[in-house]
């Protein structure tokens, strides 16, 4: 009889926890990302446009960011801008500087190849889980960007088609549903950005439209390796394009900001 009771227990299944949906910051990255997809608040608008204007080649490395200008810019306090500064700080995109204020940053040449390097890992895994993982609504949209940066790079608007190049790497890093590694990829796409802001010699194409055609070619075939060998080639003929060469800004903050 125990064995019987022992038996018909074992039969019993226990109670299994409903699902529990993933964290809210899983699938909303934070950081890098999330000023990227928006917030609201002072601190975030201050952020974004320092962030957009650098990526849109407005904001150059090297250039002064005085909290005063910055409060009287955004009507905001100065503890408001110094937290926007320390984030930024934070992401690698300011240099914060006792007694002299916040820069925007100004890589090194090692830098700039730590960078290149950690960014040709980064896509090669996350162009290799896109080819696994991507739809075909997710590949239409990104032909559709594909259209947009090459009607941007006919129109000759520099920072239009910057801002799209660097927006086809980072889709792509989103295809992947990988969002630590994408979070990762935001920081270095945003880092490069510096980079071939500073370093660019000027009417270059910071990247070429063919081979962006050609990955999503690969995209759709499901040929991850051939879109892993693409991107790596891509990514190393925009690090040979680069001149270590700077030169100073020399135009007001409010109009680099887009203000």
Not at 40 to 63: C, H, K, N, W
Not at 80 to 93: F, P, S
Not at 96 to 101: A, K, V
Request: charged share 25%; with cysteine.
């Amino acid at each position: 009889m125990p064995a019987h009771t022992r038996k018909q227990t074992a039969k019993t299944p226990a109670p299994v926890p409903a699902a529990t949906p993933a964290p809210e910051s899983d699938s909303a990255p934070s950081g890098l990302l999330a000023s990227v997809v928006g917030d609201d608040s002072a601190e975030g608008r201050i952020y974004r446009t320092v962030f957009d204007s650098i990526m849109s080649q407005r904001l150059a490395p090297g250039t002064k960011l005085p909290e005063a200008s910055l409060c009287e810019l955004f009507n905001a306090s100065r503890s408001t801008v110094r937290l926007a500064l320390q984030r930024l700080a934070h992401d690698n995109i300011v240099q914060l500087r006792p007694n002299r204020g916040a820069i925007v940053a100004v890589p090194t040449l090692e830098e700039t190849r730590h960078i290149f390097e950690a960014r040709r890992g980064l896509e090669d895994t996350l162009v290799r889980l896109a080819a696994e993982r991507a739809t075909p609504e997710d590949l239409a949209a990104l032909r559709q960007q594909l259209k947009e940066e090459h009607a941007a790079m006919h129109r000759f608007k520099q920072p239009a088609w910057v801002r799209l190049a660097s927006g086809f790497h980072l889709k792509v890093g989103e295809l992947g549903r990988n969002p630590v590694l994408q979070r990762y990829l935001v920081e270095m796409v945003s880092r490069c950005s510096l980079i071939v802001a500073l370093y660019q010699p000027p009417g270059n194409a910071c990247c070429e439209h063919e081979q962006h055609d050609a990955i999503v070619d690969c995209l759709e075939r499901g040929d991850a390796d051939g879109a892993a060998r693409l991107m790596d080639s891509h990514l190393r003929d925009l690090e040979r394009n680069i001149c270590m060469r700077a030169e100073s800004p020399d135009n007001r903050l409010k109009d680099m900001l887009g203000l």
